[in-house]
């Protein structure tokens, strides 16, 4: 059974530092991970899609990495702003292609 | 123009009613899903389809009905509502199934209460 597990589960960083999120998963035969950002009230948005070969992407002030041998991805986010306050979800495609999320991480930057 | 739109945005009801939510893509995308987010905030896979055929069914009790008329629309149908249903419902469609760079696009959620 797969299980993504995500931390800190929470944290609030002021405006401007760089935000390091974490995620593992048990189980390193997946086909891709996904992160997602969630707004209140909102549904999920892909930020970025790592596929298994692949060992990072990079969109805009955002990177995700991937250690597939070792379950682990990090999402850096560059220079924080008070927009980026968010809950972040970490994602892994596997078996048969079935998702299994983690519970996020819920972000608060302070202006 | 929303890619994914799912009805009610919250719904409140009764235990033992019978209700639906609607969902619809404008992506043109193959296949849909409906996710379930309960008070701990996990995201679990209910049901999958793909061209209108369902290929994922997971462990969720037979008074949840899902229904695809065509391929841009996922309506959910909840018979005998109990309250360990309340939870925040998600549609999402991509565009293909199986394929290692598929993109998730979801709806905004509906918040269905049962009192």
């Known amino acids: 059974k797969q299980e993504v597990t995500q931390i800190p589960a929470a944290l609030s960083v002021p405006e401007g530092e760089n935000l390091v999120l974490n995620c593992s998963f048990t189980d390193s035969a997946i086909y891709n991970l996904q992160w997602f950002r969630q707004d209140p009230g909102k549904g999920l948005t892909s930020l970025l899609l790592?596929?298994?070969?692949?060992r990072e992407q990079t969109s805009g002030r955002l990177n995700a990495s991937l250690d597939k041998s070792s379950g682990r991805s990090t999402l850096y986010i560059a220079a924080s702003q008070p927009g980026d306050s968010a809950t972040y979800l970490c994602?892994?495609?596997?078996?048969?292609?079935?998702?299994?999320f983690g519970k996020g991480n819920q972000v608060v930057v302070i202006p | 123009d929303t890619a994914v739109s799912q009805t009610p945005k919250y719904l409140v009801t009764q235990m033992g009613n019978d209700k639906s939510i609607k969902c619809e893509q404008n992506l043109g995308h193959d296949t849909m899903y409906w996710y379930k987010q309960d008070s701990k905030k996990f995201l679990k896979i209910m049901f999958s389809?793909?061209?209108?055929?369902?290929?994922i069914n997971e462990t969720v009790p037979n008074r949840f009905s899902p229904k695809s008329p065509d391929k841009a629309h996922l309506n959910l149908h909840i018979n005998s509502l109990e309250l360990g249903d309340s939870a925040v419902y998600f549609c999402?469609?991509?565009?293909?199934?199986?394929?290692?760079?598929?993109?998730?696009?979801f709806g905004s959620g509906t918040q269905l209460s049962v009192l």
């Open positions: 994602a892994v495609t596997y078996g048969n292609n079935r998702l299994a």
């Open positions: 999402a469609s991509s565009q293909d199934w199986g394929k290692t760079n598929e993109k998730l696009f």
């Open positions: 790592i596929q298994s070969s692949q």
């Open positions: 389809y793909n061209n209108k055929e369902l290929i």
